[in-house]
Structure formats: structure tokens, C-alpha cells
């Protein structure tokens, strides 16, 4: 079922794949990102939140971006564990710093959209913005792990352990922090609905974050192969 | 006298002999609960209201402070590699070791938070409701903890990032325990118990298997 | 009874470093089988390999049971009594205990032949079998010349009677196959007699023994040059 992903993961082969890819992606992603912003502010503005509702168009989607990289990471970690394959490990290690970023985003941002809601710039009552710092503090880990095993394969193997552990853990760290929300909050603040003109030009901006996830992520293992070939031939290994 | 029983009881004679027992655990919970006070306020109103709160993040933080040397001394000095040979499997190891966690950390801690509950002003139903919740939540914690001390025992100085690991993971441990007790002191059933039971049970039965794996993996090195 | 233990084809590695390959070799019961090689050559990786910790990256290991052939590492280790680089000794722990506690964790059986000795009466009660297993363990202690340190904890121990209490303790577990990481190290002229004796003995018996060393088995053994 994956052969032909396997067949591009040689790395040899990737290297050739994605430096025909890379041109096309980045451009892809300038012009969701210029498309976006046209249409985010040529559409009128919310009579309920003003501008602020394009925050929307940069929040949510870092919000959804910084699951969905830890979704990829699952998966490469998921790949390192059962095939071994050293295309997965870099994949995996190479996208915690972006997703990290991601969140650390959402984060900010989210705290910036509230502010004018809230009056206050945190409120733990929110359970997704709550949730999203936990996941922060996930990610942080995960990096740390990293850095603090010498044995690269090693630290591969152990790092994907983690990364699973989390993901089972993900879920109920945002159930029990609804469940607190709740408890404390009586309901959770912040609503979630679109009004229709919003909605395409939020899909582009979806878009371009996901082709910039994908750009730079793939930019980055490129880079993390070519020192460990650079590596290997100071080593003086064959 | 079983593998199993022979290694916990090699850890907990350790435990008293190298490590101190329980008394670093039970300093450092007693200094949480010192410091607090003395960082928010006297007010007895508030402190009554933070109590179950707080004493619950000292419990955790204080049991994780012996976490990562508990692969990690015998994995140095070559123990692991003798255990792992034994007629003891990698799970009933890691088991054992959890239990001993439990038995020289978990346990005390529990025990001792009836009285530190004396610096918050607690009530006595809030007090048995607290005290239950660590009974219940402090196995979940030494579960977590295993795991994440099985996969960073060939790190040195790994006890810097074992905190960072484990606390994100035990976030619903905390907010159910604590949980448990605000149900006692708003009155309100608000389910706290079924989930800080089903989330230690859950995190007990299934930490012996990863704490293996990340043991292999490290052997393997 | 084990009988043989074949290597095929094996390559032997360390995270990414391939530090042997294509390595085939066969021990049987009653032989000894030397490791030679400069240090990082891999000696210990390959003991680690045979012991089941390091899986093989190319190749095999199969151990021949009474017929059955074995080749899952982990089950693998449980015929694997080893002595590494390490003592594997706690400092609070005194001689006695750690024995013990190696003894109940490998479930040693309490009688039978320990260093050449022939009891054969096997223990009708618990508390038989406790008396037993701690007169085998005097016994082992004054074969191994250890038995004035018996209550003495580990951390008073000089080096050469720490790896007396590491071959004692190997005795104790009684596992057919003795992978032994440089078994004369740390140990003055009688340290290494001993050692050669036990070894000697134990292929005798019938058991396995594959050694990372310099020294000379004195067996008329094979070598292995990684």
C-alpha cells in the first residue's frame, strides 16, 4: 500500500523529487497567501468584531496547523518505529520546531483576538487556548528529547515513543480541560461560528498555511540530510 | 520469593538506603505548601479555596523528583542488563518498579497530606475527598513517570527535562484530583472520580508495555 | 541441554555505525569461543548482539535447545549468564544480600553441582530449600574466596573482589551460555586462575562460553578476530 511512498523515501530520490517541487510549492503558497489577505479584507467587516475577525484568518488556522503537525509527526513516528526508515526520523524532528511555531502563534494571536473581547489579555476559561498551551509545553518536550540523546537513531526510536504517548494522552488533556473550563466557567467562551463570506477566503488562508508548513518542512530535511552527509564524509565512512 | 517480588523488594530497600525514602518527597510537598502561603497571602478564605489545588501540583511535582533515577542507577551500573536477563520479563520489571515508586513515594505523600491540608484551612470531608484523589492519582503519576523515565534513562542530567515531559502529561491527573475534592466543597457531583479512576487505571495497565519497549530500546544501545 | 549456538551472515550495529559484517560462527556445547579486536571494534556490541539486548542488523543467531532451535533474542537471554563491563553491585548492599537477590530473581535452584560440587538431593520444603540455598551460597562465597566479606556492603570492595562477586553471582544464576566482557580485567594472578578455572569447569559441564578478552583461554578454543 505504501510502496510508492517507500520508493520516494530513499533519500537520493527525495532530494530529486523535492528540488522539482520546491518551486512550484512556494509559489503555490505566495499566491494563497496574496489571494487570502485580498479576499479577507475586501470582505465587509463583522459588525460584531470589526477587523478583529480577521485575526480569525491567522488564528484558527495556527491553531489547526499546530494539531495537524503533530498529526504528521505521529505519523513519521509511527514509520520510524515499524520501518526503521531514516527518512522518517528526520521528518519527525524537522517538523517540532514548526509546529512549535505554530502554536506559539496561535497562541499569541489568540490572546490578541480576546484581548478586545475579553478585556484581558489570557483567560484560562478557554479551553482550546488552554489546550493549545499544553500542547506548547508538548512540543517543547519533544524538542528537548531530541537534543538531549546523543545516539541519533536511538534518540529517533525513543523520541517516536513519546511522540505516540502524547498522542494517546492529546485527547484527554483536551477533554479534561474542557471538563475543567466547564466546571470553573460555566460555559466555554469562545464560539466558533463563520459567517459564509468569511468562509473561502478562510480556506485560502487554510491553504497557505499548509503549503508553508509543507515548504518549509521539506526545506528543512533536505538541509538536516545534507549534514549528515556532510557528516558521514568528515567521518570518513563510505 | 518470586523475580517480581525480589526486585521490588530490592527497590524499596534501595530506596531507604540510597535514596533517602520518602523524606526528600515529603520536604519538598511540605515546602509547596509553605511557600504558597507565603506567596499569595494569609487570607484563610482564599488559601481554603486554592488548597486542594495546590496540594495536588505539590504531590505531583514532589514525586517526580526521585523519577529519574529509577532506570537510570541500574541501567549505569549495568543492574538493568542482569534484570533484563532474569526470568523476569522487561513488563513485570517495569511493573515492580512502579509499584515500588508508588510504595516509597505515592503512598507517603498521600498519607502526609492530611496534615498539610492544616496550612490551607481545608474541611474534613474536603481533606478525605483530597487524600482519596492522591490515592487514586499518585499510582497514574509513578505510571507517567515510569514511562517517561524509562525513555530518558541514558540521559544524563535527564531529571532537568523529565519535569517538562511528564507535567503536560499529567495535566488530567490534576484536574480531576483536584477535581475530586471541589466536588466536596461546591457540593456538586461533577464526575471527577470515574475520571481520575479510569485515567489511572488506564495509565497503570498500560505503562508496564511502554515502559518495556522504551527499556529495549535503550538496551539496545 | 543447549548444544550449539550458530551465527549467520550476522552484521553487528551500533546506531549508525556498521561495526562488523557478515560474521558467521558456530559454538557448541562444551567449547569456548574467543573475541578478539581492538577496542570499539565491536567485541562488546556482539556480546550485546548474542545476548539478545542489540538486534542483529543483517544475519542471525540461532541456539540450538534440545533440538529446538531459538532464535527470538529475548527468549534467547534467558540461557545468557553475563558478565560485562560493569558489576552490576549496589554500595549499600552487602555481598550476602546482592547473592541473595540475585539468586531469588534468577530463581537459582538451591541444590545441585555449583563449581564442581556433586549434591544431588533435591529439597522436600520451603525452609529446606531456603537452608540450602543459603549454604549454597557460603559455599559459593568460599569458592570464590569471598567468604570473610560476606556481610561486608559492596561499596568497601576493592576492584578485584567486586569481579570475584560478579563471577560468583555468575555462577549462582547457572545459565548454559557465559558471555564474559574482558573476564580477567581488574583481577591479579590468582583473580585470573580462578577465572580460567571456572570457565574450564564450566565447559566441562557441558556449557557455553564466549569471551571478549586478550588473555588466553588456555582451551584450545577458537578465536573470533573483529
Same mark, same amino acid.
Given at each position: 500500500?505504501?510502496?510508492?511512498?517507500?520508493?520516494?523515501?530513499?533519500?537520493?530520490?527525495?532530494?530529486?523529487?523535492? %528540488?522539482?517541487?520546491?518551486?512550484?510549492?512556494?509559489?503555490?503558497?505566495?499566491?494563497?497567501?496574496?489571494?487570502?489577505?485580498?479576499?479577507?479584507?475586501?470582505?465587509?467587516?463583522?459588525?460584531?468584531?470589526?477587523? %478583529?475577525?480577521?485575526?480569525?484568518?491567522?488564528?484558527?488556522?495556527?491553531?489547526?496547523?499546530?494539531?495537524?503537525?503533530?498529526?504528521?509527526?505521529?505519523?513519521?513516528?509511527?514509520?520510524?518505529?515499524?520501518?526503521?526508515?531514516?527518512?522518517?526520523?528526520?521528518?519527525?524532528?524537522?517538523?517540532?520546531?514548526?509546529?512549535?511555531?505554530?502554536?506559539? =502563534?496561535?497562541?499569541?494571536?489568540?490572546?490578541?483576538?480576546?484581548?478586545?473581547?475579553?478585556?484581558?489579555?489570557?483567560?484560562?476559561?478557554?479551553?482550546?487556548?488552554?489546550?493549545?498551551?499544553?500542547?506548547?509545553?508538548?512540543?517543547?518536550?519533544?524538542?528537548?528529547?531530541?537534543?538531549?540523546?546523543?545516539?541519533?537513531?536511538?534518540?529517533?526510536?525513543?523520541?517516536?515513543?513519546?511522540?505516540?504517548?502524547?498522542?494517546?494522552?492529546?485527547?484527554?488533556?483536551?477533554?479534561?480541560?474542557?471538563?475543567?473550563?466547564?466546571?470553573?466557567?460555566?460555559?466555554?467562551?469562545?464560539?466558533?461560528? =463563520?459567517?459564509?463570506?468569511?468562509?473561502?477566503?478562510?480556506?485560502?488562508?487554510?491553504?497557505?498555511?499548509?503549503?508553508?508548513?509543507?515548504?518549509?518542512?521539506?526545506?528543512?530535511?533536505?538541509?538536516?540530510?545534507?549534514?549528515?552527509?556532510?557528516?558521514?564524509?568528515?567521518?570518513?565512512?563510505? | 520469593?518470586?523475580?517480581?517480588?525480589?526486585?521490588?523488594?530490592?527497590?524499596?530497600?534501595?530506596?531507604?538506603?540510597?535514596?533517602?525514602?520518602?523524606?526528600?518527597?515529603? &520536604?519538598?510537598?511540605?515546602?509547596?505548601?509553605?511557600?504558597?502561603?507565603?506567596?499569595?497571602?494569609?487570607?484563610?478564605?482564599?488559601?481554603? #479555596? &486554592?488548597?486542594?489545588?495546590?496540594?495536588?501540583?505539590?504531590?505531583?511535582?514532589?514525586?517526580?523528583?526521585?523519577?529519574?533515577?529509577?532506570?537510570?542507577?541500574?541501567?549505569?551500573?549495568?543492574?538493568?542488563?542482569?534484570?533484563?536477563?532474569?526470568?523476569?520479563?522487561?513488563?513485570?520489571?517495569?511493573?515492580? #518498579?512502579?509499584?515500588?515508586?508508588?510504595?516509597?513515594?505515592?503512598?507517603?505523600?498521600?498519607?502526609?497530606?492530611?496534615?498539610?491540608?492544616?496550612?490551607?484551612?481545608?474541611?474534613?470531608?474536603?481533606? *478525605?475527598?483530597?487524600?482519596?484523589?492522591?490515592?487514586?492519582?499518585?499510582?497514574?503519576?509513578?505510571? &507517567?513517570?515510569?514511562?517517561?523515565?524509562?525513555?530518558?534513562?541514558?540521559?544524563?542530567?535527564?531529571?532537568?527535562?523529565?519535569?517538562?515531559?511528564?507535567?503536560?502529561?499529567?495535566?488530567?491527573?490534576?484536574?480531576?484530583?483536584?477535581? *475530586?475534592? &471541589?466536588?466536596?466543597?461546591?457540593?456538586?457531583?461533577?464526575?471527577?472520580?470515574?475520571?481520575?479512576?479510569?485515567?489511572?487505571?488506564?495509565?497503570?495497565?498500560?505503562?508496564?508495555?511502554?515502559?518495556?519497549?522504551?527499556?529495549?530500546?535503550?538496551?539496545?544501545? | 541441554?543447549?548444544?550449539?549456538?550458530?551465527? /549467520?551472515?550476522?552484521?553487528?550495529?551500533?546506531?549508525?555505525?556498521?561495526?562488523?559484517? +557478515?560474521?558467521?560462527?558456530?559454538?557448541?556445547?562444551?567449547?569456548?569461543?574467543?573475541? /578478539?579486536?581492538? +577496542?570499539?571494534?565491536?567485541?562488546?556490541?556482539?556480546?550485546?548482539? @548474542?545476548?539478545?539486548?542489540?538486534?542483529?542488523?543483517?544475519? $542471525?543467531?540461532?541456539?540450538?535447545?534440545?533440538?529446538?532451535?531459538?532464535?527470538?533474542?529475548?527468549?534467547?537471554?534467558?540461557?545468557?549468564?553475563?558478565?560485562?563491563?560493569?558489576?552490576?553491585?549496589?554500595?549499600?548492599?552487602?555481598?550476602?544480600?546482592?547473592?541473595?537477590?540475585?539468586?531469588?530473581?534468577? +530463581?537459582?535452584?538451591?541444590?545441585?553441582?555449583?563449581?564442581?560440587?556433586?549434591?544431588?538431593?533435591?529439597?522436600?520444603?520451603?525452609?529446606?530449600?531456603?537452608?540450602?540455598?543459603?549454604?549454597?551460597?557460603?559455599?559459593?562465597?568460599?569458592?570464590?574466596?569471598?567468604?570473610?566479606?560476606?556481610?561486608?556492603?559492596? $561499596?568497601?570492595?576493592?576492584?578485584?573482589?567486586?569481579?570475584?562477586?560478579?563471577?560468583?553471582?555468575?555462577?549462582?544464576?547457572?545459565?548454559?551460555?557465559?558471555?564474559?566482557?574482558?573476564?580477567?580485567?581488574?583481577?591479579?594472578?590468582?583473580?585470573?586462575?580462578?577465572?580460567? $578455572?571456572? @570457565?574450564?569447569?564450566?565447559?566441562?559441564?557441558?556449557?557455553?562460553?564466549?569471551?571478549?578478552?586478550? /588473555?588466553?583461554?588456555?582451551?584450545?578454543?577458537?578465536?573470533?578476530?573483529?
Amino acid at each position: 500500500m505504501f510502496d510508492w511512498l517507500f520508493r520516494y523515501a530513499n533519500p537520493a530520490r527525495f532530494m530529486g523529487l523535492t %528540488t522539482t517541487l520546491l518551486p512550484w510549492l512556494s509559489g503555490a503558497a505566495v499566491l494563497a497567501l496574496a489571494a487570502g489577505l485580498y479576499l479577507g479584507f475586501s470582505a465587509p467587516p463583522d459588525y460584531q468584531q470589526g477587523r %478583529t475577525v480577521l485575526i480569525l484568518f491567522i488564528h484558527v488556522p495556527a491553531a489547526i496547523m499546530s494539531t495537524m503537525v503533530y498529526g504528521c509527526i505521529v505519523v513519521a513516528s509511527l514509520f520510524s518505529l515499524v520501518n526503521r526508515h531514516i527518512l522518517a526520523d528526520v521528518a519527525a524532528r524537522t517538523a517540532a520546531p514548526l509546529g512549535a511555531i505554530f502554536t506559539l =502563534l496561535a497562541l499569541a494571536t489568540g490572546s490578541l483576538w480576546g484581548r478586545p473581547m475579553w478585556g484581558v489579555w489570557w483567560v484560562w476559561g478557554d479551553a482550546r487556548l488552554t489546550s493549545t498551551l499544553v500542547q506548547f509545553f508538548l512540543y517543547l518536550g519533544y524538542i528537548a528529547l531530541w537534543g538531549a540523546i546523543e545516539d541519533e537513531t536511538r534518540a529517533a526510536r525513543i523520541c517516536a515513543v513519546l511522540a505516540l504517548v502524547g498522542a494517546v494522552n492529546i485527547p484527554i488533556i483536551k477533554y479534561s480541560v474542557e471538563w475543567w473550563a466547564t466546571l470553573h466557567q460555566g460555559e466555554s467562551i469562545m464560539s466558533g461560528k =463563520l459567517a459564509g463570506v468569511f468562509l473561502t477566503p478562510w480556506l485560502v488562508m487554510m491553504l497557505f498555511y499548509v503549503l508553508l508548513f509543507v515548504c518549509l518542512w521539506l526545506v528543512r530535511i533536505r538541509t538536516m540530510i545534507l549534514e549528515r552527509r556532510i557528516r558521514s564524509l568528515m567521518q570518513g565512512a563510505s | 520469593m518470586t523475580p517480581f517480588l525480589a526486585l521490588l523488594s530490592r527497590d524499596l530497600r534501595l530506596s531507604v538506603r540510597e535514596g533517602g525514602g520518602a523524606a526528600l518527597a515529603l &520536604v519538598f510537598f511540605a515546602l509547596v505548601a509553605t511557600l504558597v502561603p507565603l506567596g499569595v497571602g494569609s487570607d484563610l478564605a482564599l488559601l481554603a #479555596k &486554592v488548597g486542594s489545588g495546590v496540594l495536588w501540583v505539590g504531590a505531583a511535582l514532589a514525586a517526580l523528583l526521585s523519577l529519574d533515577r529509577l532506570f537510570q542507577a541500574d541501567y549505569e551500573d549495568g543492574s538493568l542488563d542482569l534484570i533484563a536477563l532474569s526470568p523476569l520479563s522487561l513488563e513485570g520489571t517495569a511493573a515492580a #518498579k512502579i509499584l515500588a515508586h508508588w510504595l516509597s513515594i505515592g503512598l507517603p505523600l498521600t498519607l502526609f497530606s492530611p496534615i498539610l491540608s492544616v496550612f490551607f484551612g481545608l474541611s474534613a470531608p474536603t481533606v *478525605m475527598a483530597l487524600t482519596l484523589s492522591l490515592a487514586i492519582g499518585t499510582p497514574a503519576v509513578s505510571a &507517567v513517570g515510569a514511562i517517561l523515565a524509562s525513555l530518558t534513562l541514558s540521559v544524563r542530567r535527564g531529571g532537568l527535562i523529565l519535569p517538562l515531559l511528564v507535567l503536560p502529561l499529567l495535566v488530567p491527573v490534576v484536574i480531576f484530583g483536584a477535581g *475530586m475534592a &471541589v466536588e466536596v466543597q461546591t457540593g456538586l457531583a461533577n464526575g471527577a472520580p470515574r475520571f481520575l479512576l479510569a485515567f489511572s487505571l488506564g495509565a497503570t495497565l498500560l505503562s508496564p508495555f511502554i515502559t518495556a519497549m522504551a527499556v529495549r530500546l535503550n538496551l539496545a544501545g | 541441554m543447549i548444544t550449539s549456538l550458530t551465527a /549467520e551472515k550476522l552484521a553487528v550495529q551500533r546506531g549508525s555505525r556498521r561495526l562488523a559484517e +557478515n560474521l558467521g560462527f558456530t559454538v557448541k556445547a562444551g567449547q569456548a569461543l574467543a573475541l /578478539e579486536g581492538a +577496542n570499539g571494534s565491536g567485541k562488546t556490541s556482539l556480546l550485546r548482539l @548474542i545476548a539478545g539486548f542489540l538486534p542483529a542488523a543483517a544475519g $542471525r543467531v540461532t541456539l540450538t535447545d534440545d533440538g529446538r532451535e531459538i532464535s527470538d533474542p529475548e527468549e534467547r537471554g534467558r540461557f545468557v549468564g553475563w558478565l560485562g563491563h560493569h558489576d552490576a553491585l549496589k554500595a549499600s548492599f552487602t555481598v550476602s544480600e546482592q547473592l541473595a537477590f540475585f539468586g531469588k530473581l534468577y +530463581n537459582a535452584p538451591s541444590a545441585g553441582s555449583i563449581a564442581g560440587d556433586a549434591s544431588g538431593a533435591s529439597p522436600v520444603t520451603t525452609g529446606e530449600e531456603k537452608r540450602m540455598a543459603l549454604l549454597d551460597q557460603a559455599h559459593l562465597l568460599e569458592q570464590i574466596g569471598l567468604a570473610r566479606q560476606a556481610e561486608l556492603p559492596c $561499596r568497601y570492595l576493592s576492584a578485584g573482589q567486586r569481579r570475584r562477586l560478579a563471577l560468583a553471582r555468575l555462577l549462582l544464576t547457572q545459565r548454559p551460555l557465559w558471555l564474559l566482557d574482558e573476564p580477567f580485567a581488574a583481577l591479579d594472578v590468582a583473580g585470573k586462575g580462578l577465572v580460567a $578455572r571456572l @570457565i574450564a569447569l564450566h565447559c566441562g559441564q557441558g556449557g557455553m562460553v564466549i569471551a571478549a578478552t586478550h /588473555e588466553e583461554l588456555g582451551l584450545g578454543n577458537e578465536v573470533l578476530r573483529l
